[in-house]
């Protein structure tokens, strides 16, 4: 009686223990999200086909990080924080992701618009993800030089500003390693070439991956 007991035991440990094992080997559930990018030349893949610019390739490198996400690219050459206001309500409704990302600006900078009135812009495109549900991370954006050392700090300025105000996470400038290889830019000096997608989805991917 007693060897049956044992024997009982030890087969009834035996099973808890592989149960156990096999639990610990089960790999983790990918973690799925839907992010919208809300931008405009830098992110719509200008001048090249739509297959090579970042945002299509940051699924992949997400998923690398254990991210599974649906990259909705909602970004249009030539766009302000303005058009993005015109255009956001629709896009969330139809998409209604988990994040927004924000990259606007750069042409807002690029025609002199006041800081003020992006900044102004930016809080507006943050207040309607948010209130649709929305997480929000904002990018830098800079202007060249050229325009002038005040104007220049203070368009910079806007964009931690309004990232400290609202609480969200700032992404660094996804281009300043890229802008001082001229192989990887085109000629106009300000947007960068399809060899330099690969490169920005990577840096990407890296930041959302502490983000999301």
Not at 105 to 111: E, K, P, S, V
Not at 134 to 159: C, D, E, H, W
Not at 187 to 200: T, V
């Given at each position: 009686?007693?060897?049956?007991?044992?024997?009982?035991?030890?087969?009834?440990?035996?099973?808890?223990?592989?149960?156990?094992?096999?639990?610990?080997?089960?790999?983790?559930?990918a973690i799925k999200t839907t992010i919208l990018i809300l931008g405009?030349?830098?992110?719509?893949?200008?001048?090249?086909?739509?297959?090579?610019?970042?945002?299509?390739?940051?699924?992949?490198?997400?998923?690398?990080?254990?991210?599974?996400?649906?990259?909705?690219?909602?970004?249009?050459s030539g766009d302000t924080t303005g058009n993005g206001l015109q255009?956001?309500?629709?896009?969330?409704?139809?998409?209604?992701?988990?994040?927004?990302?924000?990259?606007?600006?750069?042409?807002?900078?690029?025609?002199?618009?006041?800081?003020?009135?992006?900044?102004?812009?930016?809080?507006?495109?943050?207040?309607?993800?948010?209130?649709?549900?929305?997480?929000?991370?904002?990018?830098?954006?800079?202007?060249?030089?050229?325009?002038?050392?005040?104007?220049?700090?203070?368009?910079?300025?806007?964009?931690p500003e309004v990232a400290k105000q609202q609480d969200i996470p700032?992404?660094?400038?996804?281009?300043?390693?890229?802008?001082?290889?001229?192989?990887?830019?085109?000629?106009?000096?300000?947007?960068?070439?399809?060899?330099?997608?690969?490169?920005?989805?990577?840096?990407?991917?890296?930041?959302?991956?502490?983000?999301?």
């Open positions: 009686m007693m060897r049956l007991l044992s024997l009982f035991f030890i087969l009834c440990f035996s099973s808890i223990s592989h149960a156990a094992t096999s639990q610990a080997t089960i790999p983790q559930t405009d030349s830098l992110s719509a893949g200008y001048q090249m086909s739509i297959e090579q610019s970042w945002p299509s390739l940051l699924p992949k490198e997400l998923e690398q990080k254990g991210i599974e996400a649906n990259v909705i690219n909602g970004s249009i255009r956001l309500p629709a896009l969330l409704k139809q998409h209604q992701p988990d994040w927004v990302l924000i990259e606007l600006g750069a042409n807002d900078g690029l025609r002199g618009f006041p800081p003020a009135t992006i900044k102004k812009n930016l809080l507006q495109l943050i207040q309607q993800s948010q209130a649709a549900g929305s997480q929000v991370a904002l990018m830098q954006i800079m202007v060249p030089p050229n325009y002038g050392k005040r104007y220049t700090q203070a368009f910079a300025n806007v964009y700032l992404v660094p400038f996804f281009l300043a390693q890229v802008i001082v290889k001229p192989e990887w830019m085109m000629k106009d000096g300000l947007h960068p070439k399809p060899e330099a997608q690969p490169w920005i989805a990577q840096f990407m991917a890296s930041e959302l991956e502490s983000i999301l």
